[in-house]
């Protein structure tokens, strides 16, 4: 089965406020991860990724968390805007060189303006 | 820089029927892989290529689906013969090598009636 996970299928928040997004994997051997967003009839679109010898990755609005230990994975959104609605995706992969990503069910995102 | 470009956008068949997809990559992308996804799912990897050769197709339903990537750039995705539950998007993502982010295109949304 999919070793990728999320805690929470939906979430909403407030135009303005921070998101956060949970992901859970259960392969200790993955040592790459994507956040993907994809909107409403739309491929994923990449947003930001991390390797296993980093814990924190920032971007433009766009925070990345990783927790090796308990193989936990963040998205952090600031200053929610209405175009971020979606649905955020994680994915890893065990960086061998040959191993695809392995996607989670994903989490939708709205944005109440 | 152009992005993956598929083609149809949609399609409509009857069971039994044969279709096919069209993928074309990122420039200069030696890696291109066929996800298959399902409404409320995550991409699920059918099959991936790099170059004109086949990395993992270990999760292509072979008896119905074939793939190819003659020449090392466009690949094709047919289905034959086509089944209820091969509803789905047919997403193609290239990267530039192994190990590397994903570029999605927009997919092609398969209903089989």
């Known amino acids: 089965g999919e070793s990728v996970g999320l805690h929470l299928p939906t979430l909403s928040v407030q135009e303005g406020d921070n998101s956060i997004i949970n992901c859970a994997y259960s392969?200790?051997?993955?040592?790459?991860f994507i956040w993907y967003k994809q909107e409403s009839g739309k491929g994923p679109q990449f947003i930001i990724d991390i390797r296993s010898n980093m814990d924190k990755r920032q971007g433009q609005r766009v925070t990345v968390l990783l927790n090796k230990t308990v193989k936990h994975l963040s998205l952090q959104i600031a200053a929610t805007q209405p175009g971020d609605s979606a649905v955020y995706f994680c994915?890893?992969?065990?960086?061998?060189?040959?191993?695809?990503?392995?996607f989670g069910k994903g989490t939708r995102l709205s944005v109440i303006a | 820089e152009a992005g993956v470009a598929q083609s149809p956008r949609y399609k409509i068949i009857e069971k039994r029927q044969s279709v096919a997809f069209w993928c074309n990559p990122i420039?200069?992308?030696?890696?291109l892989y066929w996800y298959q996804q399902i409404l409320g799912q995550g991409p699920k990897l059918l099959i991936q290529?790099?170059?004109?050769?086949?990395?993992?197709d270990s999760q292509l339903p072979k008896d119905r689906f074939s793939a190819e990537r003659l020449k090392g750039v466009d690949s094709t995705l047919k289905i034959q013969p086509a089944k209820l539950e091969d509803s789905a998007v047919y997403l193609c993502a290239s990267s530039y090598s192994l190990d590397e982010k994903l570029f999605f295109g927009s997919g092609t949304q398969l209903s089989v009636l």
């Open positions: 392969n200790s051997a993955s040592d790459y």
């Open positions: 420039s200069g992308h030696a890696t």
């Open positions: 290529f790099q170059n004109n050769g086949v990395v993992d």
């Open positions: 994915a890893e992969n065990t960086g061998s060189g040959n191993t695809p990503l392995v």
